[in-house]
Nanobody
Framework: QLQLVESGGDLVQPGGSLRLSCAAS????????IGWFRQVPGKEREGVSC????????KYVDSVKGRFTISRDNAKNTVYLQMDRLKPEDTSVYYC??????????????????WGQGTQVTVSS
């Protein structure tokens, strides 16, 4: 069964860094683009970044461009989201997700079929 597990969320001060991990099990990560999303209570889930199956193509929402970097290590079946220069408005629960097999990289949450349980990121002094 396809499973995604996020980790790496924490409390960090503004300007700090975190690296989130999305570990896959039950399937070969090479076959899937992976997206990172975030959601705060009362707001719609927001696409943060995605990476293509090969890693050759990436997308970012404007608010994180230049601060976040997505990468993947298919040998470790893991996708990472490096988050630098964090801001209080980055506070959210972060989720990774996979689209249906061979689906492309998209920042639209409805394009994804498989979701992890989320990891909390809090940016506060």
């Amino acid at each position: 069964q396809l499973q995604l597990v996020e980790s790496g969320g924490d409390l960090v001060q503004p300007g700090g860094s975190l690296r989130l991990s999305c570990a896959a099990s039950g399937f070969t990560l090479d076959d899937y683009a992976i997206g990172w999303f975030r959601q705060v209570p009362g707001k719609e889930r927001e696409g943060v970044s995605c990476i293509s199956r090969s890693g050759g193509s990436t997308k970012y929402v404007d608010s994180v461009k230049g601060r976040f970097t997505i990468s993947r290590d298919n040998a470790k079946n893991t996708v990472y989201l490096q988050m630098d220069r964090l801001k209080p408005e980055d506070t959210s629960v972060y989720y990774c997700a996979a689209p249906p097999s061979f689906g492309g990289c998209s920042l639209n949450w409805y394009a994804y079929a498989n979701w992890g349980q989320g990891t909390q990121v809090t940016v506060s002094s």
